[in-house]
């Protein structure tokens, strides 16, 4: 499949964009995105007469965008109208994909097969391809969403289900999940490129994850305290955790979205903090070969 870069489109600022660095290790099949930073958003998350208040506010300031694929939100429509976001600002483009549970937004408890879990990612990235392909551009990043984003942390064999659905669909996109083991061991299975996230809205715990969207202290409550914790990722490579830990987060990409207190400034302050933003490429790249009985699905 070639690749072509995205059409600016109509009046697309000029931006920082650019092919980001990538390391490929000889003797392993992942393939890690490095600096500089992208900075990431969720779009197109609504669904028949519902929107999200405030999701496009922040466009200007980041580098890519991830629509939503009809499983926990989006429908038609609004991909249709995400992707007019999308050209218009120059973003790059990303498959936002999740279980299907319209109704909680793909953040409650669900559990499907391998095969079920693999047939739901392939369907949402071929929904969001059909559609962006009459636009001129293809997605080059996929990054989970809810219950099913959680899971990649705590279950290597989630991660690796959802990389090896990647890896079949197109070894070239690249998988943002949570900055942790289990995105690094399911790509380097799956042979494609992985990017780590960061979070500057929600809160740490002192072993690098994230606090469960039912703690008290999981969502930072002012824009100062936003805004102090990127400024603490962007420079230092690290978070201070709810006890006082500082610790490291390797990352590559950092997940913003409108629903922040004060998102535009917040966004726009961020963005000003990192002087060469660009967006994860999606160019083509070797990887180890990886022999077609490695992608068969199950929790082995």
Not at 153 to 169: F, P, Q
Not at 241 to 246: E, F, L, P, S, Y
Request: with cysteine.
């Amino acid at each position: 499949m070639r690749r072509t870069r995205q059409n600016r489109g109509r009046g697309g600022r000029d931006s920082a964009q650019g092919q980001g660095s990538t390391q490929h290790h000889s003797n392993s099949n992942r393939v890690v995105i490095n600096h500089p930073i992208d900075l990431n958003t969720n779009l197109g998350e609504g669904f028949g007469p519902y929107s999200v208040p405030g999701e496009t506010d922040i466009l200007p300031f980041v580098t890519s965008a991830n629509i939503a694929c009809g499983a926990h939100s989006g429908d038609p429509t609004h991909m249709e109208a995400a992707l007019e976001e999308v050209k218009y600002y120059g973003l790059a483009l990303g498959a936002s994909i999740g279980y299907p549970d319209l109704q909680g937004f793909g953040k409650r408890e669900m559990h499907l097969s391998p095969a079920e879990l693999r047939s739901s990612i392939l369907f949402q990235l071929g929904s969001l391809a059909g559609l962006a392909r009459t636009f001129g551009f293809e997605f080059t990043q996929v990054r989970p969403h809810g219950f099913l984003y959680n899971q990649m942390w705590n279950d290597i064999r989630i991660a690796t289900v959802v990389a090896k659905a990647l890896a079949e669909y197109d070894r070239w996109l690249v998988l943002v999940g949570p900055a942790c083991p289990n995105l690094a061991a399911a790509g380097e299975k799956a042979g494609i490129r992985i990017a780590g996230e960061a979070w500057i809205d929600k809160a740490y715990d002192a072993n690098g994850h994230l606090l469960s969207h039912g703690h008290s202290r999981a969502v930072l409550k002012t824009p100062q305290d936003i805004i102090n914790q990127a400024s603490q990722l962007i420079h230092y490579r690290e978070v201070t955790a709810v006890d006082g830990t500082r610790v490291s987060v390797d990352y590559q990409t950092i997940h913003m979205h409108g629903a922040m207190p004060n998102a535009k400034p917040v966004a726009e302050q961020v963005r000003s903090m990192i002087a060469d933003a660009r967006a994860l490429t999606a160019e083509p790249f070797s990887v180890d070969v990886i022999e077609p009985n490695e992608l068969a699905y199950g929790y082995s």
